[in-house]
């Protein structure tokens, strides 16, 4: 079982990246899917959770009308498309996937490797 992200890399204040995670080992069916993030120095936060249904997303206050997360079931692939980035969105960023939800105090079930997101000014 494994979670890959990608897409993460260095982009000025103002650009866009798209994050992609993509599954191999299980199937994204049933399962909820989110990103979370930690810049240097902070505690990791979620960032963008899209539930199992794909009926329901939740989007950090900070975030919000800026990011936008949505999956591929058939690619097995959940995306977190960012837009008009600042410096602030600096950080790592990881996905994750629970047969529930990924903010369960325990933490989702599977996690990927991060990937780093710059955004420089």
């Known amino acids: 079982v494994q979670l890959q992200a990608s897409g993460g890399g260095l982009v000025q204040v103002g650009g866009s990246l798209t994050l992609s995670c993509a599954a191999s080992g299980f199937s994204f069916d049933g399962y909820a899917l989110g990103w979370f993030r930690q810049a240097p120095g902070k505690e990791r936060e979620g960032v963008s959770s899209i539930s199992s249904s794909g009926n329901f997303k939740y989007y950090t206050d900070s975030v919000k009308g800026r990011f936008t997360i949505y999956s591929d079931n058939a690619k097995n692939t959940v995306y977190l498309q960012m837009n008009s980035l600042k410096s602030e969105d600096t950080a790592v960023y990881y996905c994750?996937?629970?047969?529930?939800?990924?903010?369960?105090?325990?933490?989702?079930?599977?996690w990927g490797k991060g990937t780093l997101v710059t955004v420089s000014s």
């Open positions: 994750a996937a629970d047969p529930v939800s990924v903010h369960v105090g325990s933490g989702p079930r599977y």
